[in-house]
């Protein structure tokens, strides 16, 4: 496993308490990822929070609103350069971090009959489904509904709104859901972003 060796120095609030956010809710490869980084900043002199959010367009107006001091966002997140572009915010860091094991998950002691079943999965994840799915079953047999994150995916099984989900272990325990079929970890790199500092003009 790769170790985060941090070399990044977020600025600090004169609270002396640093807020990190990402995308939840609880489950999530994000929050997986946060938590890591959280371990590596861990100080005496510094007291840290965490906040999860609905989106990622959420976390990034907690991060333009102060409300948060820096936002973990994952490279797999297809409107990152939604964070890049936005001229009030500055990349801090760059690092890899390999994501929870992803799989094809369903309610304990339930059985799924594939076709015309409901799945819902991250837009990011849903490439693994051909690999997720037994070779005999038709994809197109299959109704795919995108959620906002692994953990709303497997949420929505949960509370029987969906019949399958791509998701990770971390959720998939979180909402006792089990795995149908399993493809692994993904080997992921992350971004981390704060507010520019403002400029003095004299």
């Given at each position: 496993?790769?170790?985060?060796?941090?070399?990044?120095r977020p600025?600090?609030?004169?609270?002396?308490?640093?807020?990190?956010?990402?995308?939840?809710?609880?489950?999530?490869?994000?929050?997986?990822?946060?938590?890591?980084?959280?371990?590596?900043?861990?100080?005496?002199?510094?007291?840290?929070?965490?906040?999860?959010?609905?989106?990622?367009?959420?976390?990034?107006?907690?991060?333009?609103?102060?409300?948060?001091?820096?936002?973990?966002?994952?490279?797999?997140?297809?409107?990152?350069?939604?964070?890049?572009?936005?001229?009030?915010?500055?990349?801090?860091?760059?690092?890899?971090?390999?994501?929870?094991?992803?799989?094809?998950?369903?309610?304990?002691?339930?059985?799924?009959i594939f076709?015309?079943?409901?799945?819902?999965?991250?837009?990011?994840?849903?490439?693994?489904?051909?690999?997720?799915?037994?070779d005999s079953?038709?994809?197109?047999?299959?109704?795919?509904?995108?959620?906002?994150?692994?953990?709303?995916?497997?949420?929505?099984?949960?509370?029987?709104?969906?019949?399958?989900?791509?998701?990770?272990?971390?959720?998939?325990?979180?909402?006792?859901?089990?795995?149908?079929?399993?493809?692994?970890?993904?080997?992921?790199?992350?971004?981390?972003?704060?507010?520019?500092?403002?400029?003095?003009?004299?």
């Amino acid at each position: 496993m790769l170790k985060f060796n941090i070399e990044f120095r977020p600025r600090i609030p004169p609270s002396n308490t640093l807020t990190l956010g990402t995308l939840g809710p609880s489950g999530t490869s994000s929050e997986y990822a946060l938590i890591h980084v959280v371990s590596q900043l861990i100080s005496e002199e510094l007291s840290i929070s965490t906040q999860l959010f609905n989106s990622f367009p959420e976390l990034k107006e907690a991060l333009l609103h102060n409300q948060v001091d820096l936002a973990l966002v994952p490279h797999a997140y297809d409107q990152i350069n939604e964070f890049y572009m936005e001229p009030s915010l500055e990349l801090g860091f760059i690092f890899t971090y390999p994501t929870p094991i992803y799989g094809l998950a369903k309610k304990k002691n339930s059985s799924v009959i594939f076709k015309g079943s409901r799945l819902v999965t991250h837009p990011a994840p849903l490439p693994l489904l051909s690999k997720l799915l037994p070779d005999s079953q038709d994809e197109s047999e299959i109704k795919v509904d995108l959620s906002l994150s692994t953990s709303d995916a497997a949420i929505q099984v949960k509370e029987g709104l969906a019949d399958l989900a791509i998701t990770n272990e971390k959720a998939a325990q979180i909402y006792d859901l089990e795995f149908i079929s399993t493809y692994g970890k993904i080997h992921m790199s992350w971004s981390i972003f704060q507010k520019k500092s403002e400029e003095v003009h004299v």
